[in-house]
């Protein structure tokens, strides 16, 4: 397979496997609020609720991550030279490792829920889905410029992004809070 081939499987899976990770969290958030529920309700949406993330983590999220590593790696064997020496790649690799590291404790989390432990409240959860967030305009911003990317403002802009989804998700919750 040539190099462009497998940098459009490379996008396609980064871009599903993103997909599922941003899903995840928002079925966390739905299933901890359930909770609050009358019991039928909390039985009826709690096992709904298994059961999509379930799908969702196995069908979708776990072979798009397995399969971004993969096409991911192939990359950089088919151009070794060159990804190997990039400094831009180094980061970006450390923000795919934060990445793995979150994967997994996703994959915990769906494991508490489903045996009845609501460790994270959902503002937490709210917080938490923010993180891959961070790590998308971090990892499309240091592939996009690569290395003519100015740190210091990569980094002010890093941290304004992530204020900014904080700010958001603050507002956010006095707005559910006001219209309830």
Known sequence: MDFDTVKALHIIFVVSWF?????IVRLFVYHTEAQEKDELEKSILS??????????WWIITTPAMILTIIF???MILLNSNY????????????FVALLLVYHFVC???????????FNWKSNSLRLWNELATLCLV????LVSLKD????????????????GLMVLIKVYKR????NK
């Open 47 to 56: 096992t709904q609720f298994e059961i999509m993330e379930k799908r969702l």
């Open 72 to 74: 991911g790696i192939w």
């Open 19 to 23: 997909a599922g990770l941003f899903y």
């Open 138 to 141: 971090a990892i499309v911003f």
């Open 148 to 163: 003519s990317m100015n740190w210091i403002k990569g980094t002010v802009g890093f941290f304004a992004v992530a204020i």
């Open 175 to 178: 707005y559910r809070i006001k």
């Open 83 to 94: 990804y190997l020496q990039a400094g831009w790649m180094h980061i970006k690799l450390s």
């Open 107 to 117: 994959q915990k989390m769906i494991k508490d829920l489903a045996n009845g432990k």
